[in-house]
């Protein structure tokens, strides 16, 4: 295990080379060529790829004494890829499937795991085609630890990357009787839950040492799809962290922004990992638009991140001409920049504390609300990042507690201690409001009274906003009654509708209309921070409703006042971000445009991007600034600093635009 904030050097331009192939097909590797090999990855710039020991069938590919040759090649691949690859200088991290391993279930169903999906039932029918996780709790540890060793005494491997592992609440056997040994109840769901966690570390402890054993250090990363927040001990079971969000795949393009933002805070170097698929793992054939690639790359960037593209190799072992034209359009561009996107720290005025990190729970229904918070950060061109329990909140200027967040007391102190500092606090729906009490708890301008017994209900908004006028605002969610505090300040009042939609009491084709009575207040502000009485975050994530991203953002504004970092004129579906590069001297701004569609069942697609002009620019950077210029066409531009804010117009943005500003 590696210690929090050590740090590893990653390649920005990385290859992901999927490789599972079947034991029923023919002339595996037949067509590889060494010269074939090197020239594409010299075509799609690349400089790490990621190649394959061992496949989710099960199957070696190189000879092997820890496991077997697969059946059809009838030569070392996996020796003759890091060869072709070291040769022009490109690195060779090596996969082992480890989770699934269709050979070995087949052979030993007593070793497979029995788990329960998410309503609880147990399914494993045999006749669905698809590959069998494997149990960390059984034999196949000590299978699989062997093969670890094998590829790290055999071949020249830059690091190790493990695939299909996390914690399991298993039931196989094995399990069952190490809980039946100890005394523990196995029907409890809690007792597999811990012999999980227990296993899961046994699991990456050994790894490391059986690494260790043989080339100290090496790099390795346990790939679960996707790192869970607040989990930074299973992060750091880990020497980086490789964030598998295909936007194409079902992850989107919400979710990689989230991810960043919070593992870019754990001391660890990052890599973003998005797909050249048109869909996702397992698509042959399937290709993006050169320009969704460019933009996805470019987004790495921009969090903080380097760059990996997954690719799937033939079985025949050829590469994809059109693959590695396609990477190359993106990573061409990332290679000129990279001077400015290493060693970087992001710059963020407001922590979005996650609601995954308070439960623990890896795809918890209630995290909605922090990826509704995160699309109205992105869309209000804040800079933030994303907290978890043991994050230190000082240097943020807003916490943002999103809809459902329960204040525990050890939560409760580390607030305490930030609004006592002078932080500020939104928060919104459930959060902050004490129920057994009654009240809120902090300062947020309102009283608490009670549920609205109205769904939906209305917003009346009594600010300005951006895009929006005055007007009675149809709000879906289930709200709170508030009243206004003698010092407080109302930003919104609270409109019932007429009555709710019943059998006998219905209007019109949805619900009834605003009523004109005012049940309270909406939005307050008090003077340790604001709260919003719905839960707005989960209703602009299901909804999108804008009048709340609209209203969230005049109430940001007022809470940052003249402390906001960084302000642009850039279209909402553009991303901003603010990066330090402290060994440089210098700050870099990203800008990014570019517009997804849905394309068939809901698959988010980027295919034109269009130019944006006269993008206007205000930084507050807290330095004195020598010299801003456009990076990587060294050019310099006009600006003035005035009163401690710096000001520029990028004249044209094209999907992706750097900002340089020397200190």
């Known amino acids: 295990m590696m210690k929090e904030g050590t740090l590893m050097k990653l390649s920005f331009r990385q290859v992901h080379l999927d490789f599972h192939t079947s034991e029923k097909i023919p002339g595996i590797g037949s067509a590889f060529s060494k010269q074939q090999f090197q020239e594409m990855l010299k075509l799609g710039h690349v400089s790490s790829i990621t190649v394959f020991s061992k496949c989710h069938h099960g199957w070696a590919y190189h000879p092997s004494v820890a496991n077997e040759i697969h059946p059809e090649l009838t030569f070392d691949l996996l020796g003759a890829q890091i060869e072709a690859a070291h040769e022009i200088g490109v690195k060779t991290p090596v996969y082992i499937s480890a989770g699934y391993d269709e050979k070995t279930a087949r052979r030993h169903p007593e070793w497979k795991t029995v788990e329960r999906n998410w309503q609880g039932k147990f399914e494993n029918d045999p006749r669905v085609p698809r590959y069998q996780t494997l149990c960390m709790n059984t034999p196949y540890l000590d299978y699989l630890l062997a093969q670890v060793d094998e590829v790290c005494r055999n071949y020249d491997a830059d690091g190790i990357f493990l695939d299909i592992v996390a914690e399991r609440e298993c039931y196989c056997p094995a399990c069952l009787q190490t809980m039946i040994d100890r005394g523990w109840d196995p029907t409890d769901p809690e007792n597999a839950k811990a012999l999980g966690r227990e296993t899961y570390a046994n699991y990456t402890r050994r790894i490391r040492q059986t690494i260790d054993a043989v080339k100290p250090g090496l790099p390795v990363f346990h790939n679960g799809g996707h790192i869970i927040a607040g989990r930074r001990d299973l992060a750091h079971m880990d020497t980086h962290l490789e ?12 979710h990689f922004p989230m991810s960043a933002a919070y593992c870019r805070g754990l001391g660890m170097e990052v890599m973003g990992m998005t797909g050249k698929f048109h869909t996702s793992w397992g698509e042959f054939g399937g290709y993006k638009h050169k320009n969704a690639l460019r933009y996805e790359a470019a987004l790495s960037l921009a969090c903080g991140a380097k760059c990996s593209i997954g690719d799937q190799l033939h079985p025949n072992g050829m590469m994809s001409p059109a693959t590695y034209s396609l990477i190359g359009a993106a990573y061409e561009e990332v290679e000129r920049k990279e001077a400015w996107c290493d060693d970087v720290t992001a710059v963020a005025d407001v922590g979005v504390l996650s609601v995954e990190a308070i439960t623990g729970i890896n795809g918890h229904p209630d995290n909605i609300a922090t990826t509704g918070a995160v699309r109205m950060m992105l869309e209000g061109k804040y800079l933030f990042d994303i907290l978890d329990l043991q994050s230190d909140m000082t240097p943020y200027k807003v916490i943002i507690l999103p809809d459902v967040v329960k204040i525990s007391p050890d939560l409760g102190a580390k607030l305490d201690a930030y609004v006592a500092g002078g932080g500020k606090i939104l928060a919104s729906g459930d959060s902050c409001v004490d129920f057994e009490a009654g009240k809120m708890r902090y300062d947020l301008g309102c009283r608490y009274e009670g549920k609205s017994e109205y769904r939906p209900g209305y917003v009346n908004p009594m600010v300005e906003m951006k895009n929006m006028d005055p007007g009675a605002y149809v709000v879906y969610g289930e709200g709170y009654v508030v009243h206004v505090t003698d010092n407080g300040q109302e930003l919104a009042q609270r409109e019932a509708s007429y009555f709710n939609r019943t059998l006998v009491h219905f209007c019109s084709h949805q619900h009834a209309p605003n009523s004109g009575v005012i049940e309270g207040s909406a939005v307050t502000v008090g003077s340790q921070g604001a709260y919003m009485s719905w839960k707005v975050f989960t209703e602009y994530a299901t909804m999108g409703s804008l009048i709340l991203r609209d209203l969230f953002c005049a109430i940001m504004d007022r809470l940052l006042g003249d402390r906001k970092t960084l302000s642009t ?81 990028v004249d044209k943005l094209f999907n992706h635009q750097m900002v340089v500003m020397d200190y």
């Not at 964030?243 to 919400?254: F, I, M, N, V």
Request: charged share 20%.
């Open 243 to 254: 964030l598998e969000s295909l936007p194409t795949g079902g992850w989107g393009y919400d």
């Open 569 to 649: 004129t850039l279209p909402a579906q553009g991303v901003t971000s603010l990066m330090d590069q402290k060994g440089e001297n210098r700050l870099v701004h990203h800008l990014l445009y570019a517009s997804p569609v849905k394309r068939g069942n809901g698959i988010e697609v980027i295919e034109d991007i269009l130019p944006v002009y006269d993008v206007e620019c205000q930084v507050r950077p807290g330095k004195e600034i020598k010299n801003v210029y456009l990076a990587p066409q060294m050019e310099n531009i006009p600006f003035t600093q005035e009163n401690g804010v710096v000001r520029y117009t």
